[in-house]
Structures are given as structure tokens and as C-alpha cells.
């Protein structure tokens, strides 16, 4: 075996050690790594605990409510009218609701589980919009909150009253972000949307005026099963579910959305869709989320 001589033999231990506390470097990114790993797995657990509970309630109140409110009816022998209609109108609210929270939940398990096919249609966007707008009139008028709606030349000829995309997904959409823009904005607020066509793209803008967010905030809003209000003294229904999906839904369609809030001064969220290219013909049209095949 050959000696070394002092030269050899300190750059051989010099590279020793430059090998460990390299090895040392990559275990060390390695156990943050898995530090990190771990913190978002109970953060998952921890959100996912707080969507169950939240979501029990979501489902239970309408429920006892509507139970309790036909209740009164089918055993009220003196009511009047209006009470009759009073309470008619508090069923509908909360089966509403219901049938909205449970829409959310079924896609979101499509979605979760890779089952999600879209079904392409002809859509009348108008009439798709002016639907989803008036099925969540009775919302904004429980806070007298004003919706205005304008539509920019969404068809350029009489031709193109109709757009390729999935209608139920393009209202599931549309549905959250109302319904999201509604929930945090001020009583006797305001609510803006506006919609126009960008070449083969649908454009469509919400303005509130509402709470708002920090921007910092941004990304943790479309978090399946986030909420920035939470705790005891949260003030907003909802169970973290409704942006999550919108955003799932939108790429799906091969489209964006973008948001610019500030705190207090409301929020702004842009949507582009593009309509989708199909190389065989559709004869199936839709309005309304509703479709009709000739």
C-alpha cells in the first residue's frame, strides 16, 4: 500500500469533510422538508375537522328549520295569508340553501375524485345569467343589497346567440361567486357584475364592496376548506368549499381567475372562460343550467 505524504493525505480528509457537510446540507433540507410535510398534513386534518363540523351545521339547521316551519303550517288551523306566505318563503330560503350547499359538496367529491366529464352545450349566456342573478334575489334583498348586471356585446350577430361550454358548471360558477359576494357585503351594499365577450373567451367581472381581504390572503381564499373568518365568533356561513371549486371548475374549462381586494374596501374577481372547440357537432342547447337536445 502506497504511503501518502501530509499533502495527499489533508486533501483527502479535506474532501471528507466537504463530503459530510454536504451529506449534513441534504439531510438537513431533507428533515424540513418533511418538517413541513407534516405541519401541512395536520393543518389538512385540522381544516378537514372544522369542514365536518361546520358542514353538519350547514345541512342540519335548514333541515330542522324546514321540519319545524312545516310543522307550524300543517297544524295551524287560524293562520292567515300572510303568515301562511311568511313562512313559505322561510322554507324556500332554507331549502335553497340546502340545495346549493349540497350541489357544492357533490361536485367537490367529483372533483376530488377524478370523475368530473364535462357536458358541452350550446348555452344562451344571457339567460343563463339573468337566472342565477334572480334565483339568489331573495339573498341580496334579505340585506337590501343592490345587483346591477351589464353584458357588453356577448354575441356580435344574431347568429352567436349561443356559447359551447358546460352550462351546469359555467352556474355552479357563477352561483359561488354571487353567492360569495353577497355573504360579505355591508347590508344596503352593492354588487357589480359585468360580462363581455374577448375574442372566444366570456369575460366576467364582480365587484362587491364588502370586507375584503389582504392580498397576502390571496392564494389561502381558494383552499378547499379554508376561511379566513373562523372561530367562535365567525359571522360568515359558508364551510370553505365555494371559491376551492370555482377554481377547479374554471381550469377544468382551460380558464383563469384573478382577484384584487384590499381590507375593508371589498373585492374584484375576474373570470375568463374560453369556449370550448369540439371537432364533431352539438346539437344539444341549454339555458338556465337546463338542457334540451334536438
Not at 111 to 117: F, M, N, P, R, T
Not at 157 to 172: M, R, V
Request: glycine share 6%; with cysteine; aromatic share 8%.
Amino acid at each position: 500500500m502506497e504511503r501518502q505524504n501530509d499533502s495527499e493525505l489533508f486533501d483527502n480528509l479535506k474532501s471528507i469533510h466537504e463530503k459530510d457537510r454536504s451529506l449534513r446540507e441534504q439531510l438537513k433540507e431533507l428533515m424540513k422538508t418533511l418538517e413541513d410535510v407534516n405541519t401541512k398534513l395536520r393543518e389538512s386534518e385540522s381544516l378537514k375537522t372544522n369542514f365536518l363540523s361546520n358542514i353538519r351545521n350547514e345541512i342540519n339547521n335548514p333541515l330542522t328549520s324546514i321540519i319545524g316551519l312545516t310543522k307550524q303550517i300543517i297544524h295551524g288551523l287560524h293562520f292567515d295569508a300572510g303568515f301562511i306566505q311568511k313562512t313559505a318563503e322561510m322554507i324556500y330560503s332554507e331549502a335553497f340553501d340546502l340545495d346549493f350547499q349540497l350541489r357544492n359538496i357533490f361536485v367537490a367529491a367529483e372533483l376530488e375524485a377524478g370523475e368530473y366529464i364535462p357536458s358541452i352545450s350550446y348555452v344562451d349566456v344571457k339567460a343563463l345569467i339573468q337566472n342565477t342573478i334572480n334565483s339568489f334575489r331573495h339573498k341580496a334583498d334579505k340585506k337590501r343589497i343592490n345587483i346591477s348586471y351589464s353584458c357588453q356585446s356577448i354575441y356580435e350577430t344574431e347568429k352567436e346567440n349561443f356559447f359551447k361550454i358546460d352550462s351546469e358548471k359555467l352556474k355552479l360558477i357563477l352561483s359561488n361567486i354571487l353567492c360569495n359576494a353577497i355573504e360579505f357585503s355591508s347590508d344596503e351594499g352593492r354588487v357589480e357584475l359585468n360580462v363581455k365577450r374577448d375574442g372566444k373567451h366570456l369575460v366576467f367581472s364582480l365587484r362587491d364592496y364588502g370586507i375584503g381581504f389582504d392580498m397576502e390572503d390571496q392564494n389561502k381564499i381558494f383552499e378547499r376548506f379554508r376561511q379566513l373568518d373562523t372561530g367562535m365568533r365567525r359571522k360568515h356561513g359558508g364551510h370553505g368549499l365555494g371559491l376551492s371549486i370555482i377554481k377547479d371548475l374554471i381550469e377544468i374549462l382551460g380558464g383563469t381567475i384573478s382577484v384584487v381586494s384590499s381590507k375593508g374596501k371589498g373585492s374584484v374577481f375576474t373570470i375568463s372562460i374560453p369556449e370550448v372547440e369540439t371537432p364533431e357537432t352539438i346539437d344539444v342547447f341549454s339555458d338556465d343550467g337546463n338542457v334540451f337536445v334536438f
